[in-house]
């Protein structure tokens, strides 16, 4: 069943636009207005994501607990539709707006990447965008498995004549082009079930991304993504690490641990429920015992029927501690075993809900090496709560990336935007 590639942005509200991040623990849906980018022109510096207004104003958000997810694939349908109507409705009763069509952010272990390269002889003396797109159709003609659907081709360098690193060969002259890219794919049954989620949940799915590639575009400066960066997205369930350098996605892995794990662990070591070590995570949770006062307790409940009980904070931390410890020990296997630990001259930016404990910060600044910041969605406009929190960045990422696909398409500038796999027509 082919995937369609073309959207009609004028058939729709514009204006409007959703992300939808349907996670392992949480399902998140933010709405946005899209509005006229403006340059700020004061900073000088050309940094990508810094500019007073990006084309977003996000004006509301509505969550849920996710059930009928597990580490990013849909185990039971009907279960997350429910959890995807009551994130809509949720959003639809703050925002005052009808939600219909969405742009839905896909991770797991099921994501993976195919390297591959096109090259087409130039007819004109002038590259145009009509050969660009020819070359990267060329380099996307490569046999995937039945399986697989293609997500993304991102292109990571042109060739024009034989001279290389060139980001955008539009306009220049030339008689040969390449392209090098990356092709992401995912599995085709566990994106089709997510997307069928969306349609009974009577959603249309306008675009499936790649979570690391939104919040990307949410959070990261160009000269980060130049010098070299890790993102680390900590999920519920999974942890997405993705790699950029000279400007563009080199690898990702991911992680088959998140913040889930954390919060079993409360739950085992604590002998609470899953909902109720959840909010001992949110309220008390710290991962370094150095942090915290030795005499710090914490009142926290045993579930329905039984009492409250008073209980050191250092037991909760000596439980998160060593769990945390092991996450950043596997990243920092990745990274130095991918060998782009010296390349990382921008460190690492770490987004997802589990960043919000304390100490996860300096924790990973100790075990990888690099400096780290918490990365928060920059030159979009919208309430502190959404804009300022790391466990957003990728749903706004997606609201962003939608916004930036309407402006592109309608002034015909949006050849980059553009590469991206429409879900249009998937299931007509």
């Given at each position: 069943?082919?995937?369609?590639?073309?959207?009609?942005?004028?058939?729709?509200?514009?204006?409007?636009?959703?992300?939808?991040?349907?996670?392992?623990?949480?399902?998140?849906?933010?709405?946005?207005?899209?509005?006229?980018?403006?340059?700020?022109?004061?900073?000088?510096?050309?940094?990508?994501?810094?500019?007073?207004?990006?084309?977003?104003?996000?004006?509301?958000?509505?969550?849920?607990?996710?059930?009928?997810?597990?580490?990013?694939?849909?185990?039971?349908?009907?279960?997350?539709?429910?959890?995807?109507?009551?994130?809509?409705?949720?959003?639809?009763?703050?925002?005052?707006?009808?939600?219909?069509?969405?742009?839905?952010?896909?991770?797991?272990?099921?994501?993976?990447?195919?390297?591959?390269?096109?090259?087409?002889?130039?007819?004109?003396?002038?590259?145009?965008?009509?050969?660009?797109?020819?070359?990267?159709?060329?380099?996307?003609?490569?046999?995937?498995?039945?399986?697989?659907?293609?997500?993304?081709?991102?292109?990571?360098?042109?060739?024009?004549?034989?001279?290389?690193?060139?980001?955008?060969?539009?306009?220049?002259?030339?008689?040969?082009?390449?392209?090098?890219?990356?092709?992401?794919?995912?599995?085709?049954?566990?994106?089709?079930?997510?997307?069928?989620?969306?349609?009974?949940?009577?959603?249309?799915?306008?675009?499936?991304?790649?979570?690391?590639?939104?919040?990307?575009?949410?959070?990261?400066?160009?000269?980060?993504?130049?010098?070299?960066?890790?993102?680390?997205?900590?999920?519920?369930?999974?942890?997405?690490?993705?790699?950029?350098?000279?400007?563009?996605?080199?690898?990702?892995?991911?992680?088959?641990?998140?913040?889930?794990?954390?919060?079993?662990?409360?739950?085992?070591?604590?002998?609470?429920?899953?909902?109720?070590?959840?909010?001992?995570?949110?309220?008390?949770?710290?991962?370094?015992?150095?942090?915290?006062?030795?005499?710090?307790?914490?009142?926290?409940?045993?579930?329905e029927g039984k009492p409250a009980r008073?209980?050191?904070?250092?037991?909760?931390?000596?439980?998160?501690?060593?769990?945390?410890?092991?996450?950043?020990?596997?990243?920092?296997?990745?990274?130095?075993g991918r060998g782009f630990h010296n390349?990382?001259?921008?460190?690492?930016?770490?987004?997802?809900?589990?960043?919000?404990?304390?100490?996860?910060?300096?924790?990973?600044?100790?075990?990888?090496?690099?400096?780290?910041?918490?990365?928060?969605?920059?030159?979009?406009?919208?309430?502190?709560?959404?804009?300022?929190?790391?466990?957003?960045?990728?749903?706004?990422?997606?609201?962003?990336?939608?916004?930036?696909?309407?402006?592109?398409?309608?002034?015909?500038?949006?050849?980059?935007?553009?590469?991206?796999?429409?879900?249009?027509?998937?299931?007509?």
């Amino acid at each position: 069943m082919p995937f369609g590639f073309i959207k009609d942005v004028t058939a729709k509200n514009s204006r409007i636009v959703a992300g939808l991040d349907v996670g392992s623990t949480r399902v998140c849906v933010v709405v946005g207005e899209v509005c006229p980018p403006k340059k700020s022109g004061t900073n000088g510096d050309g940094i990508a994501g810094r500019e007073n207004h990006r084309g977003l104003r996000l004006i509301g958000m509505g969550y849920a607990p996710s059930r009928g997810i597990k580490k990013g694939v849909v185990i039971n349908i009907e279960q997350t539709v429910e959890s995807i109507k009551e994130a809509v409705r949720m959003a639809e009763e703050q925002t005052g707006v009808d939600i219909r069509t969405v742009t839905i952010g896909v991770t797991g272990s099921h994501i993976g990447y195919i390297p591959s390269q096109g090259v087409i002889a130039v007819k004109e003396k002038e590259i145009g965008r009509m050969d660009v797109e020819m070359v990267l159709d060329a380099a996307r003609a490569v046999a995937t498995p039945f399986d697989r659907e293609v997500l993304h081709v991102i292109p990571t360098e042109f060739i024009v004549n034989g001279q290389g690193g060139i980001t955008d060969p539009t306009g220049m002259a030339g008689i040969r082009l390449e392209a090098k890219v990356q092709i992401i794919t995912g599995s085709a049954s566990s994106i089709r079930n997510l997307v069928r989620c969306c349609e009974k949940a009577g959603l249309e799915a306008l675009d499936v991304v790649f979570q690391p590639v939104a919040a990307a575009e949410a959070v990261l400066t160009r000269d980060e993504k130049d010098l070299g960066v890790a993102l680390i997205d900590i999920g519920g369930g999974t942890t997405d690490i993705a790699f950029f350098h000279e400007g563009h996605m080199s690898h990702f892995s991911v992680l088959a641990v998140g913040g889930g794990n954390f919060t079993n662990d409360i739950a085992i070591g604590l002998r609470l429920p899953f909902q109720e070590a959840e909010q001992v995570k949110k309220g008390h949770g710290c991962t370094m015992l150095s942090m915290i006062n030795s005499g710090e307790e914490m009142n926290i409940g045993c579930g329905e029927g039984k009492p409250a009980r008073n209980i050191p904070r250092t037991h909760l931390v000596e439980i998160l501690q060593p769990r945390a410890e092991e996450l950043f020990g596997l990243i920092r296997d990745e990274i130095t075993g991918r060998g782009f630990h010296n390349l990382l001259n921008a460190g690492v930016v770490l987004t997802g809900g589990a960043v919000l404990m304390q100490g996860m910060d300096v924790m990973a600044e100790n075990i990888l090496a690099l400096p780290v910041r918490a990365g928060t969605a920059s030159g979009i406009e919208g309430p502190p709560d959404i804009i300022g929190n790391p466990s957003c960045a990728a749903v706004a990422g997606l609201a962003l990336r939608e916004a930036e696909a309407c402006f592109a398409e309608l002034d015909g500038n949006g050849f980059f935007h553009g590469i991206k796999s429409k879900m249009i027509g998937w299931f007509k």
